[in-house]
């Protein structure tokens, strides 16, 4: 049995490593005992931010619709609880849109709701 040697394997694995680890600075790019745990700390980082995304998006959503609510004379709770009483689907991110770029449409919206 021939004696296998680690360099087809370990180069596979660590170019995978260098290949994420592509814009770092220093030993960090271009050597895997200091690539590795910076790669695996960046990708739970984007984990966790892909997620954090979502959330401040809605939160923007949320104070443009408040915003634009409030000049007609409603505010965001009341107005979204008349919203789902009258059955008018429209949900937080084209609401935010129309109170944004359209002050019509949105207040054509608020009026076909009080």
Excluded: C
């Excluded at 360099?7 to 995978?16: D, H, P």
């Excluded at 910076?38 to 984007?46: D, G, N, P, Q, S």
């Excluded at 931010?49 to 923007?60: N, T, V």
């Excluded at 008018?88 to 770029?101: D, G, H, S, V, W």
Aim: without cysteine; proline residues 1%; positive net charge.
């Amino acid at each position: 049995m021939a004696r296998v040697k680690r360099g087809f394997k370990r180069r596979r694995r660590s170019n995978k490593i260098f290949k994420l680890a592509k814009g770092f600075h220093f030993d960090r790019r271009n050597k895997i005992r200091h690539a590795m745990p910076t790669v695996e700390r960046a990708l739970a980082y984007a984990y966790k931010s892909r997620r954090l995304l979502k959330r401040s998006m809605r939160q923007l959503w949320i104070a443009r619709i408040n915003a634009a609510s409030r000049l007609l004379g409603l505010s965001y709770s009341k107005l979204i609880s008349k919203l789902s009483a009258s059955k008018i689907q429209l949900n937080r991110k084209m609401l935010a849109e129309l109170a944004a770029r359209d002050l019509n449409a949105f207040n054509f919206v608020v009026s076909k709701v009080k």
